[in-house]
């Protein structure tokens, strides 16, 4: 990959990333630290530290503790944060401060304003609430938003990534425009995550791997494989995610050993998201939207398994229905379970939307590569 490293006689630059928990960008964006340190940036990652600090230092990136509740909607609470975090850029000379996902958004541009740090990346990684509430008050949020990070949280020189080209329009953004680019997600290593042939059916192996969280729909993947296989279809589904303790929408473990009966059964967390969709035929995931673009549907495609997903932001940017999957409509269960059904009863269309997903992959900027060198020509003109 071509990072195109700055001058070594020059002083080297500072980009600090500003995510609410080290977890998160241990998962997601190591490699987008790497790239920015192979870039010859000075690198730091402030953030709510637990068990990822070692992954991170890995890097070459340097670690700054900030605790930063990201489940507190106390405007007190991410007020004094950002007063925090204004210091810490102070300290760390930022000249690039790059925020991933709303809160730290909201947080880090507040503190780069604070701290006069014009040069500002920041990154979407979904809507969540705000995106998937269609009612007034979702309509309100939105706007009120719109008018912070394209306001007084904005500089001449700040940068938007938007995983989806919907999230970007929800903002007031033309996704083409200038200062906005679209990437993959976090990108996927399509080495990592394989595909390997597909296990023997009937029945049908759906697998949903993901936080088990009302919002990601688990509920209706649920119900639509007791609708399917109450109509005859040999369908099994596995559930992989725990619950997210620090998130409302959390569903509780009583309720997820509860599910795991008739088709269903749920295995926990799994550290092997590439072994778990080796034996199985589909990932489900059917969100009720605010997503940016699902990690696990990256993966799942990575893999050659065919997706089943529903048509909300993020979700609908990777998957073309009929191509590399199915779209059906959120919170539907008898739509859901017809793209079961029909899945079942065709296993060359599940072997070809597969296929059709590791090309789209490969192809379509999904991957690790595609989106690191994509953020990096945004740090190299915020460098110039």
């Known amino acids: 990959m071509d990072t195109s490293a700055p001058n070594p006689a020059a002083p080297r630059k500072t980009l600090v990333f500003v995510v609410t928990e080290d ?25 709510r530290v637990r068990d990822h600090r070692a992954v991170i230092e890995a890097t070459g990136a340097r670690v700054v503790p900030l605790e930063a509740e990201r489940s507190s909607l106390n405007p007190m609470a991410a007020g004094y944060a950002a007063g925090q975090l204004a210091g810490i850029l102070k300290a760390l000379n930022a000249d690039i401060v790059h925020c991933i996902a709303l809160r730290a958004i909201l947080i880090g541009g507040t503190a780069a304003a604070m701290a006069g740090i014009p040069a500002r990346v920041y990154a979407l990684t979904g809507l969540g609430l705000l995106g998937a509430r269609a009612d007034a008050t979702g309509r309100l949020a939105r706007v009120a938003l719109r008018g912070l990070i394209r306001g007084p949280l904005a500089s001449n020189r700040t940068r938007f990534l938007f995983e989806n080209p919907d999230d970007a329009r929800a903002l007031g ?6 200062g906005v680019t679209i990437v993959g997600g976090a990108g996927v290593d399509p080495g990592a995550f394989s595909p390997l042939p597909l296990p023997p059916s009937p029945p049908l192996r759906v697998a949903l791997v993901a936080r088990m969280l009302w919002s990601k729909g688990v509920d209706t993947a649920v119900e639509a494989v007791r609708r399917a296989r109450a109509d005859g279809a040999a369908v099994e589904l596995s559930l992989y995610g725990a ?27 799994t550290t092997d998201v590439a072994g778990a969709y080796a034996r199985h035929h589909v990932a489900c995931l059917p969100s009720r939207g605010g997503e940016g673009l699902p990690r696990t549907l990256l993966e799942a495609a990575a893999c050659g398994r065919a997706l089943l997903t529903t048509d909300v932001p993020g979700c609908r940017a990777l998957v073309r229905d009929g191509i590399e999957g199915l779209v059906v409509p959120p919170d539907d269960p008898a739509a859901l379970a017809n793209a079961l059904e029909r899945l079942a009863a065709d296993p ?34 915020l460098t110039q």
């Open 243 to 269: 619950p997210d303790p620090s998130n409302r929408r959390a569903i509780p473990e009583a309720t997820l050993r509860d599910w795991s009966r008739d088709g269903v059964t749920w295995h926990g967390a």
């Open 23 to 47: 977890w998160f960008f241990a998962s997601h964006f190591l490699p987008m630290a790497r790239a920015a340190v192979a870039m010859g940036l000075s690198v730091a990652v402030v953030t």
């Open 173 to 178: 953004l033309d996704p083409a425009e200038t």
């Open 348 to 381: 060359g269309l599940v072997a070809r939307m597969g296929a059709a997903a590791r090309v789209r992959i490969e192809a379509g900027g999904f991957t690790e590569e595609a989106v690191t060198r994509a953020v990096c020509a945004v740090y190299r003109e």
